[in-house]
């Protein structure tokens, strides 16, 4: 109940970094107010808690409470209802500048002004993982301002190593967006010099890569991205999840799998029936177990002629 979850959190409050609750219908209001006791907290984890309201969340984030200023992981998931952009910039306003490491919001409402704080936030370079999935308000436009270096009164995009993106609107995913993530996760940028693209590193080498990426259901993506992926994170990619991708074929998928190095070990491809058995029976590393390749959702494997 609301009540014990709220005695549990605030006997173990003095002691506490880590809350997770989640498929709690009867929290509410008196299990966030208790956790405004806590003062060491670094991760936060709220999932399907149908009874909390944004107001409740709201008041994590008031000057009164310093539960959240430590704070480095937060997670909120399938809270539609109640999370939007008011939320996450007053939970955001409440957490030390530049302190977050991850944030992994999923089937919330929020919209592109969130992305602008989150980035607003980033002042240290901190935030390595990233998690907007089933958020279906953010546009394109906003994703490739977010990823945009060298914005004017905005720090550095965030150099990130996992990003799930998966399960978004179908248009939100462009060929665009993706390869400006990839850049940024290099610590590189794209600007126009005499109108024609140039990239520029930040600070004396770009490194970096991102190590796991979920583009799911991104319709709009074609073997362009693939392209991105190949060149910007040939030596940190480890897994990717295309699933519900039909504009990438088998050739883009192929070069890319040709290009990375052998890091790269798991391929989840579920509802791509375009990928046929020109890649799935034609690469030296499809099927090789030395390889170390994990393809998941192969279920077509003979190409209709």
Known sequence: SDERAAELIRVLGPTLSSVEFFAGPLLAGGFCESLTAVSHLLELSLADLGAVEARHLMALGTHKSRCLRRLQNLKLQNMKDVVDDAVIERV????????????????????????????????????????LSQCLNLTSAGLETFFTGEIKGLPDPPVLKRLNLGLCHGTTLSDEVIQL???????????????????????????????????????????????????????????????????????????????????????????????????LDGHARVGDDESGLEIIGAWMKKRMT
Not at 113 to 128: E, P
Not at 209 to 231: P, Y
Not at 239 to 268: A, T, W
């Open 92 to 131: 955001l306003s409440a957490v030390d500048p530049g302190n977050l490491e991850g944030l992994h919001l999923s089937n919330v409402n929020i919209t592109d002004a969130t992305l602008s704080f989150v980035r607003k936030h980033n002042t240290l370079g901190k935030l390595k993982s990233l998690e």
């Open 181 to 279: 993530a990839m850049l940024s996760s290099t610590r590189r940028q794209l600007r126009m010099i005499n109108g024609v693209n140039s990239l520029k590193s930040s600070g004396a080498l770009a490194r970096g890569g991102i190590v796991q990426l979920d583009i799911s259901k991104g319709c709009g993506l074609t073997d362009q991205s693939m392209e991105s992926l190949a060149t910007y994170c040939q030596h940190s990619l480890v897994e990717l999840n295309m699933s519900f991708c039909p504009r990438i074929s088998d050739k883009g998928l192929g070069y890319l799998v040709e290009k990375v190095e052998h890091q790269f070990c798991k391929l989840i491809i579920w509802g791509c029936a375009q990928i046929t058995e020109e890649f």
